[in-house]
């Protein structure tokens, strides 16, 4: 059996162990969950680049033992104010990669400074020194950065920005060597002694946008000084008489819940764990899932989403009635980004902090803006230019949002804090996850480890494959091939299925989490 880390005062998981340790060394210094999280979160901006960085996006989802409340806090950004359809007349489809595909102001530094500012008990400049110090001064580069640095070489050096930092010399640098980022390093001090208005405001702001300009991009110093993020009220739902927390629209976070109200008119705890059954019914209540995210997803601002309906029981029972226990339903998909990096802290008040980041694709635009260090994000290429698609591209919108941290509570305590890497392969695994917790009883790394699948639009491929992981039973496989998934058999442990995390939290306030072995993560407990 997969053996968690096991705690009594505090637990933090990550995607890489740096991380995971910063998050823990805030701790020890009095920092509380709310420290740890950002502290956390910069350090994999520094050291899981490939995966997120300042130039993105994330997601918060915090629970407060102070007053018991569950709050959000949405750090994505808005398109510039000049993103309109008619700039891209002369392309079928906003690009993916260079200036052109940066039209979203990041909203990370907003999402640190928001959380760390009105919850933390440190300085900002305490909870960022772990990532400025390994910026400057290097760490061992991860076998993960370095494959996927291999992957994207030819990417990477169109842009001599990102060539001098990412590609040294014209070298990709080995796994274990060290990796140093100088000009991010000034970027974070800057951080560190202005606040976020040293990103939004002055210096940094008007870099990114003069390499921009000058490359061809659309955002301004306005853009930037006009963003804000914002604490919103985390959507709810429930399972099995577990209280389930996301992050609201633009997220899509609605999915995790509308699967597992789905799958809540089924006795999952009857059927084998590892079965056709098993697979075949979780598969077919997330595509259920997808098609209202598809119909519906975009800022709210721009479209409302009928969340009532969407999130109601009825309609759960209602979706959980067209799913045919011996055949695949057909549904569209398309290319969705890849790049995520999850994580969770719980700290020995009872504090916990779930949250995720990222760039979108991997290393988002590919694109280092001038003199900062800063790659910046793509997330804006996910806009349509149809003029009738519901998340059609417009200025200072958000688009649909695959980030999605999520937290599951029992008489209104966090018992479980989950989450993944992986585009649309989010809802999917987080939805394994919690269902092998609640119903089979495995603890966070059981769940985290066993087989997994994903099917559809992840990693850029507009598929309807349902990959499946090696040590799935033949059996299985063969049955959910008959019933018409287009199978797909991987490796028996494949990164393809996300990097994910868990942290459990039992009734007498015991810890134990799981870090994701297809990756770099780890966890720490004590």
Avoid at 386 to 397: A, F, Q, S, W
Wanted: charged share 20%.
């Amino acid at each position: 059996m997969e053996k968690p880390v096991t705690g009594t005062k505090a637990m933090v998981v990550s995607p890489h162990h740096l991380a995971t340790s910063a998050g823990a060394r805030v701790l020890e210094r009095g920092g509380n969950a709310f420290d740890a999280a950002i502290a956390i979160s910069a350090c994999l901006a520094v050291v899981y680049p490939h995966m997120t960085g300042v130039g993105g996006d994330s997601f918060f989802l915090s629970y407060h033992a102070s007053d018991r409340e569950v709050r959000a806090y949405n750090a994505s950004g808005r398109s510039g104010s000049g993103a309109a359809r008619e700039v891209f007349a002369d392309v079928e489809a906003i690009p993916t990669r260079g200036p052109r595909s940066a039209i979203t102001v990041p909203g990370m530094v907003d999402g640190w400074y928001a959380v760390q500012n009105r919850y933390g008990r440190l300085t900002f400049a305490e909870v960022l020194e772990p990532a400025m110090t390994y910026a400057a001064e290097g760490f061992p580069m991860s076998p993960d950065q370095h494959e996927h640095t291999r992957q994207h070489a030819d990417m990477l050096r169109e842009y001599p920005t990102t060539a001098d930092i990412y590609i040294p010399g014209g070298q990709i640098v080995p796994a274990g060597e060290r990796f140093i980022q100088p000009q991010l390093a000034a970027t974070l001090r800057k951080l560190a002694e202005e606040g976020r208005d040293g990103f939004y405001l002055g210096e940094v702001a008007a870099e990114i946008v003069r390499f921009l300009h000058a490359e061809g991009g659309l955002l301004t110093e306005e853009d930037f000084a006009a963003h804000s993020g914002e604490w919103v009220e985390p959507i709810r739902g429930s399972y099995r008489g577990y209280d389930l927390y996301q992050a609201p629209p633009n997220s899509q976070g609605f999915t995790g819940i509308m699967a597992l109200q789905i799958l809540e008119q089924f006795d999952l705890a009857a059927m084998e764990h590892g079965s056709y059954e098993y697979y075949h019914v979780l598969t077919e209540a997330l595509k259920l899932s997808f098609r209202d995210r598809n119909r519906y997803l975009t800022d709210p601002a721009f479209s409302a989403v009928p969340l009532d309906r969407l999130l109601s029981k009825e309609y759960a029972a209602e979706l959980a009635a067209l799913i045919n226990r011996d055949a695949a339903v057909d549904i569209n998909s398309q290319p969705v980004g890849s790049d995520t990096a999850y994580a969770a802290v719980v700290d020995k008040d009872g504090n916990a902090v779930s949250f995720i980041q990222s760039l979108y694709f991997e290393f988002g635009s590919g694109v280092v803006a001038g003199d900062t260090g800063v790659l910046l994000q793509n997330r804006g290429s996910f806009f349509s230019l149809d003029p009738n698609h519901i998340n059609r591209l417009e200025p200072r919108k958000r688009t649909f949002h695959t980030l999605m941290p999520a937290m599951a509570c029992l008489n209104g305590k966090p018992s479980f804090l989950y989450g993944t890497q992986g585009g649309e392969g989010q809802p999917q695994t987080q939805t394994l996850m919690l269902t092998r917790m609640i119903d089979f009883g495995m603890n966070p790394q059981q769940a985290v480890s066993e087989p997994r699948f994903v099917w559809g639009r992840t990693w850029g491929a507009p598929t309807q494959e349902l990959k499946l992981e090696g040590r799935i039973a033949d059996e299985a496989v063969d049955k959910l091939a008959a019933a018409g998934h287009l199978v797909r058999r991987l490796p028996d442990y494949d990164g393809v299925m996300g990097h994910a995390h868990a942290i459990a939290i039992s009734k007498d306030g015991l810890l134990s989490g799981g870090s994701d072995p297809r990756c770099d993560g780890s966890a720490i407990g004590w």
